[in-house]
C-alpha cells in the first residue's frame, strides 16, 4: 500500500474538488424495484436495485459500498454522482455469491436519511413454485370429502412426495386424462408454461372419497407484496347432487386466519362451468390459470395460501389439481428517454392479473391497456393503471413519469506500451440501469464489458467509442482517444554485504527517446529517488530490491533482484576451565556457519590456533582471556566476521602439610592435623580416608582404631573447582601390652625386706605405685616394708610403642605387726609329749616381733625357766632340762620395757 500510494502521487494525481454534499427529504426503499436474477450459490453476473427518492438538491455523493445481512455474500454498490434537483433514482449494482435462499437486507445511507433494501435471492416466496423439486416450505394435509375436511397434518416423507395424495410432477410432458382445449387445441401441460415443476394435489383414482389439502406461507415485503397463483383443475363429473360432487377449492388467509377478500375460489365438478371446458368421459378441465392478489396492506405479516381438491363423496369419483406461486413486487414504472428521438414512454405493470387500464390521473384519459404499453407521454407526468383479479376484486396504482436518461461518459487514460488500457465506464443513468454496452477501438478491437480493458498492439494513437444502453432501451454514444506511450528498460547493479553494512544500489535504465528518467526504489520497505542510493538493512536474509525506471509521461519498466545481506556469524565459545597444567579447552559454538567460516583464536594478542576448536596448557594460575574471531568468505568482496572474548581461570592445586604420629595404640584416640592452603583463594575442602574408606573431612582428624595393624590414612586436598591433591601415609596400631605378672614375699616383722617381682612384654617400661608415695620403674623393686607402707601395689607396663597395659596388683601385708597386750597368755601345758599342748611356743600364741624374754618360777620363787625372742620355749623342763613336776608356776614376761605377771599350770 505505501508502493501504490507513493506512485499515485509520482504519476501526479490531481487533487479532488469536493462540491455540494447530497440531501434528500426521503429514500423510498419500499418501492425499491430490483433487475436480474440472483440465485443461491451463484456469482451474480447482471442484477440491480433501483431505488427512489424525494427532495434531491443536485448534490454530490459519495460511492458506496455496502454488506448484505440475512443471506449473506452479497453487496450493493453505489458509483459515485450527483443528485438530481427534486425527485429521482438511485442504482445499486449487486455482486458477490450469495450464501442461502431467503432475503438479502442493504442498509443504506445517503443525503442524511437511511432506509433498508430488500433483495430475495432465488424468490422471496422460496419454493412455492417447487423449483426446489421438493415440499420444502409446504405443509400437507389428508382427509374426507365432502365438504374438504382435512385433519391429518404433515404427512410430506422426504423432500418430494406425500402419500398417494400429493405428487411433484416436472414438465414438460402433459395431463394423461384431460384432452386438448377446444378453444385452441392446445393439452393440458402438467406446469405451468415457463416453469419446470408443479404439485399434483389429490391422486385421481377415486377411491375412500379422500381429499388432500396443501399450504404455503408468504411472508409480505416491499419485494413480495404481489401473490401470484397458478393453477389447473381436472374433475371427474358423476352427476351427484352439487355437495357430493368432486371439488377443487383455494383461498389466501391472513395471519389471523381469516379469509381476504377477492381471493377464494370454489368449483365442483359441472358441465358449463365458467373457465372449464369438457373431454369425454365427463371429464371437466380447467386449463391453467393465474390470478395476482395486492397483499401490500398486510407488509410485515404472514399470508397462508390453501389449495385443496377432494373427490366425491361416494367414493368412486375424483377431482385433482396442479398448483404452483409465486411473489413479487406490486409496482408501476413508465419510463422515457429524455435524450431520446420521440417522447413515447413504456409503461408496466406486475402480471397476474386478468385486465390493466392505464389512464392519467390529470384528465381521467385512458392511455393504453395490457401489462405492457407504449405511451406517447407528452404533457403526461403521472399514470394510472387499475388492475383486476381473475375474482374481480380491483386495485389502483400510480407511478410518476421519470425521463431515463443515459449519458455515456469515459475516464480517460493514456497507457504505456504492453500495458492494459483500462477506461472506466461512468455512464449516468437516471430512473433507469445499466442494460448493455458495445466498445470499438481504432485496432479493431470489440467489446461488449461494462468497462474497456485492451492492451494494443505499441506505442501510438488509437480512437475508442462506447455506445451504452439502459434497462429502457435508452442510448447513448461516446469517444475517446488513447495515446501509447514508450517504455524504458530499468536496470542495476550492486554488491551484497554483511548485517550491519551499508549497501549501495547504481542504477542502469535506459530510454530509446529523449524522456528524461527518474528512478525510484523500493527496498527494505522504504522507496527512495535518484540514480545512485544507500540502503541500511536491519537483518540479515535474501531481499528483494525493485527500481522502477519512470519517464516524464508516466511510463515505467521494473527490475527486481535479489540482494543478500549476510549474517556475520555469531562467534561464540564455551569453555571447559581445569587446573593448572591440565589442557583448558575452548569450544567453538559459534552459529552461523558457512562452508567457508574461518576461525582465529588470539591470546595474548597473539594468533595462537585456526583450528575449530582449540585447547591449551596453561601453567600459570589465575585470570587469563581468550578471544575468538569467526569470518564467513562468502566473496572477495564480502567478508563478514564476529569476534568475541571470555575470561578464564586457571585453577591452582592446594598444597599443604600435614602433623601425624604415625604409631598409635588400639583404643587409643589420637589425631592427625592437616594444613592446607592455595595460591588462588579459592575454597577448599579436606577428605581422610582410612584403608580407602572416607573417614571424616574435618582438617583435623581424630580417631580410635580397635584393632592393631598397619592402616593406610590417605588425606586429600580439593579445591572448589575441583584441583586435588593427595598423599597416602602408613598408620600403625600397636597392640596393648598384656597386664604385667607380679609376685612378692611377706616379711615377718615390720623393717624385713619386701621383695616385688614383674614379668611383662619385652622392651617394655613398667611404673610401681603404692602407699605412701611409692614409685617405682624398676621390675624387681626391693625395700624393707613397715606398717606404714603395707595395703595394694599396683603396676602396668608400657609397650616400647607407648601401648599401655592393664594394671595389675597385689595386697603387701606383715606377718607380725602385733605386741603381747594384744593377746591373752595360755595358762596350762600338758608336757607328756603326746603331740597336744606339750609346750609353750610364745611365737604361736604371740605374733609379734617385739622383743621379750619370759621368766618361769617356781611357787617358791626360784627361776627355773627364762626364754629370749630366738632361744628355745618352755617344755615343762628346767633349764637344765629336767622334768618339772605337775603344779602351778608363776611368770614373767618383759617387753618394750613392760612387763606381764600370770600363771602356769604344768599337768603331765
Known sequence: MIKLAFLSLILGLAPFAFAQNAVVSSILCNGAITNGTITNGVPVGNATVTVGYLGGNSGSYNAQSVPSTGVLGLTATLNAGNLVNGNGNLVYTISGTPTSNGQANFNISLGGQSCQITVCVGSCCFNADFEDNSFNGWQGETGSCCGINTFNTGQIVGGNSMTNQFSIVTGPGNDPTACANPANGQPLPLVYPGTNFSAMVGDGTGTGAQAARLKYTFTISPQSNLIIVNYAAVLEDPFHSVMQQPRFEAQLYDQQGLPIPCTFYQVAASGGIPGFYSCPGNIRVKPWSTFGVDVSQYMGQTITLDVATGDCSLGGHWGYAYVSANCSSLNLSALYCQNGANNTATLSAPTGFSSYVWTNPNNNQQLATGQTAQVNINGVDTVMCTITSVNGCIATLSTAVLPAEVIGSIVDSNVCAGNSTLLFNTTSFTNSAFDSAYWASSDG????????????????????????????????????????????????????????????????????????????????????????????????????????????????????????????????????????????????????????????????????????????????????????????????????????????????????????????????????????????????????????????????????????????????????????????????????????????????????????????????????????????????????????????????????????????????????????????????????????????????????????????????????WEQAQNTPFFRGQDTNGNDLEDGVYTYKLIFDNFEKHGFIHVVR
Request: hydrophobic fraction near 35%.
Open 445 to 864: 478491437y470489440t467489446s461488449n464489458a461494462f468497462d474497456f480493458d485492451h492492451t494494443f498492439p505499441g506505442p501510438g494513437t488509437y480512437d475508442v467509442d462506447l455506445i451504452v444502453y439502459n434497462t429502457a432501451n435508452c442510448v447513448d454514444t461516446v469517444s475517446t482517444t488513447v495515446e501509447v506511450y514508450e517504455n524504458p528498460t530499468a536496470g542495476f547493479g550492486f554488491n551484497d554485504v554483511c548485517l550491519g553494512a551499508t549497501a549501495s544500489f547504481q542504477a542502469t535504465s535506459s530510454l530509446l527517446g529523449n524522456d528524461t528518467i527518474t528512478n525510484y526504489w523500493y527496498a527494505n520497505n522504504d522507496t527512495l529517488v535518484g540514480d545512485s542510493v544507500t540502503v541500511y538493512f536491519n537483518g540479515p536474509g535474501n531481499y528483494q530490491v525493485e527500481l522502477i525506471a519512470i519517464t516524464e509521461n508516466g511510463c515505467s519498466d521494473t527490475v527486481s533482484q535479489n540482494f543478500t545481506v549476510f549474517n556475520n556469524p555469531t562467534a561464540d565459545f564455551d569453555i571447559v576451565e581445569s587446573c593448572i597444567d591440565e589442557a583448558v579447552q575452548f569450544n567453538n559454538t559459534t552459529t552461523g556457519l558457512s562452508n567457508s567460516t574461518t576461525f582465529e583464536w588470539i591470546y595474548n594478542n597473539q594468533l595462537v590456533d585456526t583450528t575449530f576448536n582449540y585447547s591449551n596448557i596453561f601453567n600459570t594460575p589465575g585470570i587469563h582471556n581468550m578471544t575468538l574471531i569467526a569470518t564467513d568468505s562468502f566473496s572477495a568482496a564480502v567478508q563478514c566476521d564476529d569476534t568475541i572474548s571470555f575470561n578464564f581461570f586457571v585453577h591452582a592445586y592446594p598444597t599443604f602439610t600435614y602433623l601425624a604420629d604415625t604409631i598409635q595404640c588400639e583404643d587409643v584416640a589420637f589425631g592427625v592435623v592437616g594444613s592446607p592452603s592455595i595460591v588462588t583463594n579459592e575454597n577448599i575442602s579436606d577428605y581422610w580416608e582410612v584403608n580407602n574408606v572416607f573417614a571424616d573431612s574435618a582438617t583435623l582428624f581424630n580417631t580410635t582404631i580397635a584393632n592393631p595393624g598397619v592402616y593406610q590414612f590417605t588425606y586429600t586436598v580439593t579445591s572448589a573447582f575441583g584441583c586435588e591433591v593427595d598423599t597416602t601415609f602408613d598408620m600403625y596400631i600397636m597392640a596393648t601390652p598384656d597386664a604385667p605378672i607380679l609376685s612378692f614375699n611377706i616379711p615377718e616383722c615390720p623393717g624385713d625386706p619386701f621383695f616385688l617381682s614383674a614379668v611383662g612384654e619385652a622392651n617394655s617400661t613398667i611404673l610401681w605405685t603404692g602407699p605412701n608415695n611409692f614409685a617405682s620403674t624398676l621390675f624387681n623393686p626391693t625395700f624393707p616394708l613397715d606398717e606404714n607402707e603395707m595395703g595394694v601395689y599396683t603396676a602396668f607396663i608400657t609397650s616400647e610403642y607407648g601401648c599401655i597395659s592393664d594394671t595389675s596388683q597385689i595386697d603387701a601385708t606383715i606377718t607380725y605387726i602385733k605386741d603381747f597386750n594384744a593377746f591373752d597368755f595360755p595358762n596350762v601345758i600338758s608336757a607328756n609329749e603326746d603331740g597336744s599342748n606339750d609346750f609353750l611356743d610364745l611365737k604361736s600364741y604371740f605374733q609379734t616381733c617385739d622383743e621379750f624374754t619370759l621368766y618361769i618360777f617356781n611357787r617358791w620363787g626360784n627361776l627355773v
